[in-house]
């Protein structure tokens, strides 16, 4: 299966934007909604078509999960340790060990001189994910 460079930064950017999404298996073209819908009772769910378009379709599709506490927890780390080993570093690696560690971090990295650092570094760590993924389905899919 082809995926475009392209397609498969704009599928790391939806699954660090709280969507699901699933990529073709035939085509390589790809399907997205939110992983939480709110919306009022009496509201039809502006994703319906697409989840009835996945659901009809489910053996071309396959999901591209986000990474899960523990990946993410690891790409944090991993960011850290890649700075200078003085302060900033120590600080970002202390509210890791603390509790709630991803809070004390984001709150730390976006009040810093190295969010837009960390947002790149995050960003290719997703892409790393996504190609992970995709490339475990390969053998799957001659």
Not at 95 to 117: D, G, M, T, V, Y
Request: net charge negative.
């Amino acid at each position: 299966m082809k995926v475009k460079e392209q397609t498969i930064r704009e599928l790391a950017e939806l699954l660090l934007c709280g969507q699901l999404c699933y990529v073709n298996i035939k085509t390589g073209t790809f399907e997205h909604h939110p992983m939480q819908m709110d919306y009022f009772m009496d509201e039809e769910n502006p994703w319906q078509e697409v989840m009835d378009k996945l659901e009809q379709n489910r053996e071309d599709y396959i999901r591209i999960e986000p990474m899960d506490a523990t990946k993410s927890f690891a790409v944090m780390e991993d960011f850290s340790e890649r700075l200078p080993p003085e302060g900033f570093r120590n600080r970002l690696l202390t509210a890791l060990r603390r509790p709630k560690p991803f809070r004390n971090f984001n709150h730390i990295i976006h009040e810093s001189e190295f969010r837009q650092e960390w947002f790149d570094f995050r960003e290719e760590r997703n892409i790393e994910w996504v190609k992970e993924q995709l490339s475990s389905t390969d053998d799957m899919y001659p």
